[in-house]
């Protein structure tokens, strides 16, 4: 068994109330923070190599530092609730399971930035989840540990949380904030960057549910300790949200460095691939990352076993790598249709563009049609070069990463499978047919 | 104050801080960038269209380390030494292009019955940086028509969402009642419920409008701008804020549109009311001062399509009649 750092008392019964979560060491890291000054919390957080666990893996302490102190302006904390990658389900298993550990967090990250007022940004679709945090809050309230004067020490926290409506795009921090303010999800234009002016103009930091409940263990631990767990830059431990074709589908904490294929085949985690059948491609961190086959998600290009961690799992580069994103872990077997999956993603990206810049806007609306030519029967061998070519010219070009998360799916699959996508062209009726997969040289009906 | 220097494609520039790229090469004045969302009198705007963005080879003299991404020029500042690549790069007259081609694969392209043809930015960026042939084969966005009252002519399916109406009505007008609705391509400029768009800056959306999702109804069908003249006159104008210098645009002895003046840039220099645009189209309510200059790169300077500055490293297939023997002698073009 791994060590767990949030998971650990995550099925403690009762934990959702103060006092039990107290019982177990809840909110000490408030009080230990409380006694620091909030420099030596920041540069504790940077010590243990902490990096962001949304998607981009920024270390998180570096991005605490970039905040504007200088300006004398209030500043905001805001935590990126609004988990709405596909595959990613690890920040609403948290919050609903255990919310004091989020609100502990954000207490320590608070102060560590010097922020009075702060948020939790909740995904829209769970307003469950909102209610669960708004009771913990005002627990938290109630025992001194948010409002005037924490525990004495003279540190004010007001810390509020409110739920999008519902738009992925609002999973971009600049997007988030903008909604956040009451207006349309669209994404700013940076620079300038949150750092400098976001919620109400003023310095704020935008951090994911996992990323701000790690700091309690920090704080409590040390950053050192922490740098200890994991491998390598890839410190801590990170929760991975499996789903797709494997035995045993769920949230796992796992230490950074546990292998692939352990991840994928032990019982500890995924329990194998369902049905006894084979593996046949992974997408590791939500639906945005480049998809990879079997070969390569379990092996590095020089045959070393590929690790569950930032530097390893995008090693090579896009060619023969991806990355760990947000731990969105997708299994696909032998049966599975990448074409079709891929059409899925795109439809979604489609659907989620926020619609301001031209590239994402037109390019993923266009790119979605092409794909569903294929599922149709009526595509061509150009498709697979014009597909893959609009997906190139919208990457890089547009306001926001949605461009490059709605691009990069759409690269990999045709570098690695592009077979499959040319069965599609050349035996449409075959391809088509429901349960039917690729598998190489011959068809093969589920 | 301090100056920056920047160089842009190779030639070099000293500007405020403060100053934009696309700001920086307007004032060199050659290979500027083109902008369809940019407008440089309404804050906010820019940086949605792509269509202006640039490669920074080096971000400035303390840390020389190129931009990751093109950057959209209009909204990203100059810093002291920084080396900018536009038409000098092909890959920015590559994702240029290809920008265009979004912009266009829902674009009705009914240019022949269009007002705003031959004054039309999204034309010019065509003929420009467009290709010959679509790869879009499939149905053109289409939107359901919206009356937004009796000056101004809603077509949705040319708007490319450039928001510089929404910005317009924001900064120069008290109240606005339109904005974007929806999202992704189903994004659309709106008025809430169907309203009607009533005050007295509305007109200015149709000048702002770099297509023809916004056009002129008191003007529309009448005549193709290019047989017009345009002609600078002023009057004593009562509204406040509204500066009364206009266009008026004229067929025969007949005032059929007044608009606002434009700079180089295709830019409004100052916003007028709707009494002047709408109500005032007899030459005796204005002051006459002259014929109006018109950029000659549009249409309506030289009734016909030539680029006027000069052509960028990898020439862009210009127009669709160019390789045609026949029309290979421009003369023929000219009436």
Known sequence: MGIKILTKDIDVPGIQ???????????????????????????????????????????????????????????????????????????????????????????????????????????????????????????????????????????????????????????????????????????????????????????TVVNNVESIAAVPYIVNNGGEEYAKIGIGKSTGTKLISASGHINKPGVYEIEMGVTVEEFIYSEEYCGGIWKGRKLKAVVAGGSSVPILPANLILKLANGEPRLMSYESLSDGGFATGTMLGSGGFIVFDETASIVHNLWN?????????????????????????????????????????????????????????????????????????????????????????????????????? | MDLLKVTIDGIEIEVPAGTTILEAARKIGKNVPPAMCYYSKLEGSGGKCRTCIVKVSQGSTKDPRPMPKPVASCRTQVMDGMVVLNETSPEIMEARASVVEFLLINHPLDC???DQAGECHLQDLGYAHGK??????????????????????????????????????????????????????????????????????????????????????????????????PVNAHRNCTTDKCSGKVQLWYKGNEVIRVTARKDQWGEVEEFICNTCRFEKKETTDWVIEGPAKVDNKSVIGQNHYELSYDKPVVPPKISLFADHPSFKDDSKFIN
């Open chain 1, 345 to 446: 993603f795109e439809r979604f990206y489609h659907h989620e563009s926020c619609g301001q810049c031209s590239p994402c806007r037109e390019g993923t609306g266009w790119v979605e049609k092409i794909l569903h030519k294929f599922l149709d029967g009526h595509a061509t061998m150009e498709d697979i070069d014009l597909v893959a070519d609009v997906a190139k010219k919208i990457e890089g070009n547009t306001i926001c990463p949605l461009g490059d998360a709605a691009a990069w799916p759409v690269a990999s699959a045709i570098k690695h499978f592009r077979p499959e996508f040319e069965w599609y062209v050349t035996n449409p009726e075959e391809a088509c047919k429901p349960g039917a997969y690729y598998t190489g040289d011959k068809l093969v009906l589920a």
């Open chain 1, 17 to 203: 109330n103060f006092q039990v979560y107290r019982s177990y060491g809840g909110y000490n890291s408030v009080e230990k923070a409380l006694r620091m000054t909030p420099d030596e919390v920041v540069e504790e957080v940077k010590k243990s190599g902490l990096r962001g666990r949304g998607g981009a893996g920024f270390p998180t302490g570096m991005k605490w530092s970039f905040i504007d102190k200088k300006s004398g302006k209030p500043r905001h904390l805001v935590c990126n609730a609004d988990e709405s990658e596909p595959g990613t389900f690890k920040d609403r298993y948290l919050m609903s399971k255990n919310p004091h550990i989020l609100i502990e967090g954000m207490i320590t990250s608070s102060f560590a930035l010097g922020a009075n007022l702060s948020y939790i940004y909740v995904r829209g679709e769970l307003m469950y989840v909102v209610n669960i945090l708004q009771r913990a809050i005002d627990e938290a309230y109630a025992n001194g540990f948010l409002g005037k004067n924490i525990l004495g020490s003279g540190y004010d926290l007001e810390l509020h949380v409110t739920c999008g409506a519902g738009a992925y795009i609002c999973g971009e921090e600049t997007a988030l904030i903008e909604s956040l303010e009451g207006k349309r999800g669209n994404p700013r234009i940076k620079p300038p960057f949150p750092a400098i002016s976001g919620v109400w103009s003023n310095p």
């Open chain 2, 112 to 114: 022949p019955i269009c």
């Open chain 2, 132 to 229: 010959q042939k679509t790869r879009y084969e499939f149905k053109r966005r289409t939107f359901d028509k919206i009356d937004i009252g009796p000056y101004v002519q809603l077509h949705m399916t040319r708007c490319i969402l450039c928001y510089r109406c929404v910005f317009t009505c924001d900064q120069i007008t008290n109240d606005r009642v339109h904005g974007v609705l929806n999202r992704g391509d189903s994004a659309e400029i709106s008025t809430y419920i169907e309203k009607s768009i009533e005050n007295d800056f509305s007109g200015n959306v149709i000048d702002v409008c770099p297509v023809g999702a916004l056009t002129d109804k008191t003007f529309r069908f009448k005549n193709r701008v290019w047989f017009t003249k």
